[in-house]
């Protein structure tokens, strides 16, 4: 199972597609005890892998004390980052402290399309230099890939880029409308442009030896099938079944673009919140609606939840633009 913490809300980018709004540090953001005890609570409660987000998490001043602890709680601490801040110094440091991976995100072989969209000139190059650092001290890296209209062409070059810089894995990351997301909604694939996407992407993992894999578009575990492309996950959507965040402030909602508050931390311990939760339990029961409640690969994909939630209202309502679905509405 995996969590991830949401550790600040302070960021040194600006990304038009941000789902946390992030920019400036929240009041009242969990302290270095909390966290800790936050740590505590997730390994308790069977979690293996812990993912230290944001904002950016290299912003929070004791990131490495709550890095060594999650490794002492045997998880598996792990990063998402926009790159940045990393230095060969940095990235022995973070090695030093337990991290395992670093994911640093890239969304375009241009430079100044990446820039245009993260929205601070220089992203890009110190991206790369910091996949670069973490190259050289040893400390495994991905790189994470936003997929929106503008850079669909181009996913393919952005694997390339990131096995000539030794990255171990490339995620790719379809854009959900939330938090700033929501303001460039129209930039978000529709049916046949988000199956051929996928498809691309599956056929490209059929080529390359790093792994590849869409998130938030768990369509990709039917595709992998249908075209015999080996596939080491068992399930596409994870929210709320093994997998959730806390934000900054303490709030375990069940994925990061599900916007609905199952508890706080501070309120109730997080064992409990995972556990017992409305939600998470209803999430837990794969009943959903429309063409995703009658598909026969519901098991193994799920559906987006939240774009469910964003476009119909419900988040057990049908996955909005997968292609299959409409064809499983139009047999019945």
């Known amino acids: 199972m995996i969590v991830s913490w949401n550790t600040t809300n302070a960021c040194n980018l600006k990304c038009r597609h941000c ?32 993912i230290f987000s944001g904002g950016e998490p290299l912003l929070r001043p004791d990131i490495h004390t709550l890095v060594r602890h999650a490794a002492q709680r045997g998880l598996r601490p792990v990063f998402g980052t926009n790159g940045t801040l990393i230095d060969v110094k940095e990235a022995a440091r973070l090695k030093e402290s337990g991290a395992m991976a670093m994911g640093i995100s890239l969304d375009s072989v241009s430079p100044e399309k990446h820039d245009g969209f993260r929205g601070v000139p220089g ?57 700033r997301g929501a303001n460039i909604e129209g930039q978000s694939l529709r049916e046949d442009r988000y199956e051929e996407i996928l498809e691309r992407i599956m056929r490209k993992q059929g080529r390359v030896d790093i792994e590849l894999k869409p998130t938030c578009a768990p369509q990709f575990m039917r595709i992998a099938r249908q075209l015999g492309v080996p596939t080491r996950f068992s399930r596409g959507c994870l929210a709320g079944t093994a997998y959730c965040i806390v934000s900054p402030v303490g709030n375990v909602q069940p994925c990061a673009y599900l916007d609905i508050k199952a508890g706080n931390v501070r309120e109730r311990s997080f064992g409990d919140i995972w556990r017992d939760n409305p939600v998470f339990n209803r999430l837990r029961t794969m009943e959903y609606g429309g063409g995703c409640g009658l598909c026969q690969y519901k098991k193994i994909c799920g559906g987006c939840r939240a774009r469910a939630l964003y476009y119909h209202g419900d988040y057990m309502a049908e996955e909005p633009w997968c292609l299959f679905r409409s064809s499983v509405v139009s047999r019945q």
């Not at 992030?22 to 979690?47: C, P, V």
């Open 19 to 50: 789902y946390r709004d992030a920019g400036a540090k929240a009041e009242e953001e969990l302290s270095t005890a909390e966290g800790l005890a936050l740590i505590d609570g997730i390994a308790g409660a069977g979690f293996k892998i812990m």
């Open 123 to 179: 992203a890009w190059q110190r991206a790369v230099e910091g996949m670069e650092a973490c190259r050289k001290a040893g400390l495994p890296f991905q790189l994470h890939t936003t997929v929106v209209d503008w850079n669909a062409d181009e996913i393919e070059d952005i694997t390339d880029l990131a096995i000539k810089a030794g990255a171990a894995a490339h995620h790719f990351f379809f854009l959900v409308p939330t938090g």
